[in-house]
């Protein structure tokens, strides 16, 4: 085989891992601007809108990407791509026919979810398998950056096509444009060289696995220590961003009565610093820490850990600096985590194991996400005060300190599994 072609071929890739994963995202948040009209239609309260099209899909997600492991690892990411692709086509497509009635709109999110949750648990397969050790984390924390924008794009075009059509069923049903995009893309890839054997370094370090062996790999300490990193990231991640932006905005004595223009243009700073700390993750544990991904995911959690519990203190919150400074200081190092879980996973595990360890993530992180934030929002319903929401995201960033402690390199457990 031709290793020079695939060698250039792997940027290409990497955009289209980039693309294909923003996509999906797109997906998942494309009513989030429409919760309103989809209210009015269907004559249920914004709650209720807001569970039946944001909270279900990301349980079909998690249960989707627990459930995907074993196909992808058989078939392989790209045709995993494709298939979850056209799912996405579909769900869209069947929008403006059935989706503005609840039972209609539950089958086009559990479609969409079916599509989402196997493509997100592909990611450190496609590393392992285009990328050398030493540039998968740099480039992981360059993916998950690029990711974001498409949540970005998607709330400016989704309103958009909404204004132009007057229809939240043609605008949400529009985001079939990006997802054909998608698959275009998975099929060049699909039918574009066979990955070159990059993925060597790891099997070489790391013992091929007998199936039945799979079992003592996964209950490993090290193994259920990326899961429940993963899990503790997310838990955080959801409470911070999705209830601090409301705790700013709102009228005192529930929040801090800064305003929607405030809160969110602090929030964009938060934003922004999130972004390079994720962007410079890789570079921070290649260049500091000599590829060590134990103590910055250790102090990626221990910092905003003790910094965003401060916020709810009037010291901190009665001086913009100060609590400008503890929202963006916890926010970078929070940053670095995600890709260096996933970049952990992609040097130290064997690549015929990496799907069904990416799937168990990716449910693992959907299941954090979801915990965390319904028990915020729980919290918030009992005591119309956001202290305990603040107090759940500095717990969850403390489990994820805990569980971050036994992030060693799996040799001994993987060793003792291959006696051939």
């Not at 700390?277 to 905003?304: D, L, N, Q, Y």
Request: proline content about 6%; charged content about 10%.
């Amino acid at each position: 085989m031709d290793l020079i072609a695939p060698a250039k071929y792997r940027w290409f890739v990497f955009g289209s891992l980039c693309v294909v994963q923003a996509v999906v995202i797109m997906i998942m948040v494309s009513p989030a601007t429409l919760i309103g009209e989809i209210s009015k239609t269907m004559s249920i309260d914004i709650g209720k809108t807001t569970a039946l099209t944001m909270v279900v899909i990301n349980v079909f997600v998690g249960i989707s990407a627990f459930l995907s492991g074993g196909i992808i690892d058989r078939f392989g990411a790209y045709r995993i791509w494709i298939a979850g692709s056209c799912l996405l086509i579909l769900g869209s497509i069947l929008i403006p026919f059935i989706g503005n009635n609840i039972p209609g709109m539950l089958i086009v999110r559990f479609i969409q979810g079916c599509g989402v949750g196997p493509i997100m648990s592909t990611q450190s397969l496609v590393m392992a398998q285009w990328f050398p050790k030493e540039k998968r984390s740099i480039l992981i924390g360059i993916q998950t950056a690029l990711v974001s924008h498409g949540p970005i794009i998607c709330m400016s075009f989704v309103p958009f096509v909404f204004q132009r059509t007057g229809s939240w069923e043609t605008a949400m049903a529009s985001v079939f444009i990006f997802s054909t995009i998608a698959l275009a893309l998975s099929l060049a890839v699909a039918f574009g060289p066979e990955p070159p054997a990059m993925s060597c370094d790891v099997r070489d370090e790391t013992p091929n696995l007998r199936p039945g062996d799979l079992r003592t790999v996964l209950f490993v300490p090290t193994t259920l220590a990326v899961f429940f990193c993963a899990f503790s990231f997310s838990w955080t991640q959801r409470v911070f961003f999705d209830m601090i932006p409301s705790y700013l905005a709102v009228d005192t004595p529930t929040g801090l009565g800064l305003g929607p223009l405030k809160a969110g243009n602090v929030m964009s700073v938060v934003y922004a610093v999130f972004t390079v700390g994720a962007i410079s993750s890789g570079i921070i544990m290649e260049k500091v820490f000599r590829g060590r991904v134990r103590v910055p995911v250790m102090i990626g959690f221990i910092i905003p850990a003790g910094l965003w519990f401060s916020i709810k203190y009037h010291w901190v919150y009665s001086d913009n600096i100060l609590l400008v400074a503890a929202l963006c200081l916890g926010g970078f190092p929070l940053a670095l985590i995600f890709p260096l879980v996933l970049s952990f996973l992609a040097r130290e595990y064997p690549e015929h194991i990496m799907g069904k360890l990416g799937g168990i993530i990716v449910g693992m992180s959907i299941t954090g996400g979801l915990a965390g934030l319904g028990g915020g929002v729980y919290a918030l319903h009992l005591t119309n005060l956001y202290n305990t929401s603040i107090n759940l995201a500095s717990l969850g960033a403390l489990m994820g300190f805990v569980a971050a402690c036994f992030l060693k390199k799996p040799e001994m457990p993987l060793e003792k599994t291959v006696s051939d």
